[in-house]
């Protein structure tokens, strides 16, 4: 009986441009106050799919993607047998399962940039973006959803510095269900972060507005002049620029709030949060903003006070700047929230949302690097040890391929952990790697693939425990049937203080 472990990646958790596929994008914003026609530099990789594919080709070995050019997408369609191409009733379904892999031309892109596009899952389905590299055995997830949905629904990716050139790889499985399909409207990759945004694209970079009776926020400027007074827009200082702006007009109650709400980042980043905000009648309404994680938790990064807005004209009409240090080694969401106390309560604008690596203050305290607690055991340990007492150690060992057993994970010719009753004095001993410590007071994710061979499903051949000062506490047990291939889990934990990690 053999254990082989390949800890992978350690990392702190915490419409008018659109065809009538279904129904329109809703942007969860309640109007738009212009057409917004300025394009931001596209990056290769892009595709709009009007009259061709960009280069994206469909794997042959799997079912092609269709290009539909009356509608400006490709989508992939639960597959149907001869008999229900003939009939198709409101009972019958599918029967085979059918996936979809469309692959980008080589993409080239050294500096930080941002893959958004515009999708639907009708009825049922799973949409996975994910990123290969020459030499890789594996493909890198980037994304994925189940949702369905009955209008296009936008979503952003990071993709990181990379200095190795790489394919985008979209993987779409329709449901079996009758009417299923997967489908991409669009793929835009752009230089710079997610998060930031000038609002002068049409899908406003993902940032939508958390919808409420009464306070929302539009789109402002394009030339449209919606109120009296509206301001010019911060990017072009003039009227033909957009801008996000929220007015307590309708506000019917006391404590109205609006949420702008951007992406969720999908890989650990920290550094300079910048906007600029216009924003009148500041005792009638609270500007703050916050990040937001997966579990809806909140954390305040900047409030705007009257301290802050003395040292400026005071009246609506001077855009204010503001930088935040910004800490998200987890995914989270940043928040642009404004509360009134009344119909007067004023209005605050929005604009020209930008990030930098680095923090806004020398001062600032680095943020945990994850990078220092992963491992792909190609080059040894990395900073894990081995518990010296327990008398069988794991093996770092590396297995070509074969009938009978899979490579490693990484490449399938490199090298990963092997914990086997051979090697070990007799029975009942176990094999323990200990990961470096951990900062406390964070919440992490542990990504790891492991293999099991010769054990039934009730044995519980490894586990994870969380080793603290005051004592130990298991965060995960394997509960998989021997199937002797590379399985991959992810284990939420959160730490009070220091801990290291260790499997067994």
């Known amino acids: 009986m053999d254990v082989n472990l390949l800890l992978h990646v350690l990392f702190p958790l915490r419409a008018d441009l659109f065809p009538q ?5 809703p942007f969860y914003l309640l109007t738009f106050a212009a057409t917004i026609q300025a394009h931001n530099q596209l990056l290769p990789g892009s595709c709009n799919f009007e009259s061709n594919t960009c280069g994206y ?6 079912t092609s993607w269709t290009l539909h050019k009356d509608g400006r997408f490709v989508a992939v369609d639960a597959a149907m047998s001869n008999e229900q191409d003939a009939e198709i009733s409101a009972y019958s379904e599918p029967q085979r399962e059918t996936t979809g892999v469309l692959v980008s031309p080589v993409v080239e892109q050294e500096e930080w940039s941002c893959l958004r596009f ?8 799973t949409l996975e973006v994910l990123q290969r590299m020459e030499g890789r055995s594996f493909d890198r997830p980037l994304w994925s959803s189940q949702e369905p949905s009955d209008s296009w629904v936008i979503a952003s990716i990071d993709l990181q510095n990379n200095t190795e050139p790489y394919r985008i790889v979209i993987e779409g499985k329709p449901g079996r269900s009758t009417g299923s399909s997967v489908a991409i409207f669009e793929i835009h990759i752009s230089p710079g972060y997610c998060l930031e945004c000038n609002f002068e694209e049409s899908h406003l970079c993902g940032y939508s507005n958390q919808w409420n009776a009464n306070v929302n926020w539009y789109v402002g400027g394009g030339g449209v002049q919606l109120l009296s007074d509206m301001l010019d827009d911060h990017t072009y200082n003039n009227g033909t620029g957009h801008f996000m702006y929220v007015d307590s007009v309708y506000a019917k109650t006391f404590k109205e709030v609006a949420k702008l709400v951007s992406p969720l ?3 650990p980043m920290s550094g300079c949060l910048s906007f600029q905000y216009q924003r009148s009648d500041q005792r009638g309404n609270l500007f703050s903003v916050f990040t937001r994680d997966r579990l809806g938790q909140y954390q305040e990064l900047w409030r705007a006070g009257p301290e802050i807005q003395n040292d400026w004209s005071g009246t609506l009409g001077e855009w204010i700047p503001v930088q935040v240090d910004l800490k998200a080694p987890y995914s989270v969401q940043v928040v642009f929230e404004v509360a009134f106390n009344s119909p007067r309560g004023g209005r605050v604008a929005v604009d020209d949302i930008s990030f930098s690596s680095e923090f806004c203050s020398k001062d600032t305290e680095p943020t945990f690097d994850p990078s220092i607690a992963s491992c792909d055991f ?5 900073h894990y040890t081995q518990d010296q007492g327990t008398g069988s150690l794991w093996k770092r060992v590396s297995v070509n391929a074969n009938i009978f057993r899979n490579g490693d994970h990484t490449t399938g010719t490199g090298s990963f952990l092997l914990a086997h009753s051979w090697l070990g004095p007799r029975s009942g001993y176990v094999s323990r790697v200990i990961g470096p410590t951990l900062p ?4 992490y994710c542990l990504r790891f693939y492991f293999s099991l061979r010769g054990f039934n499903q009730t044995d519980q051949a490894l586990a994870v425990y969380l080793q603290q000062s005051s004592g ?7 509960a998989e049937k021997s199937r002797g291939i590379w399985i991959g889990t992810d284990v939420t934990f959160q730490t009070s203080q220091p801990a290291k990690v260790r499997e067994e």
């Open 21 to 25: 596929k279904t129904a329109m994008l």
């Open 57 to 62: 080709t469909s794997d042959a070995d799997f």
């Open 118 to 125: 515009v999708y639907q899952i009708s009825v049922s389905g």
């Open 265 to 267: 980042t999908t890989v």
């Open 378 to 382: 190609e080059s040894g340990l990395c």
């Open 440 to 443: 406390g007071n964070m919440k």
């Open 472 to 478: 130990q506490e298991k965060i995960w047990t394997q």
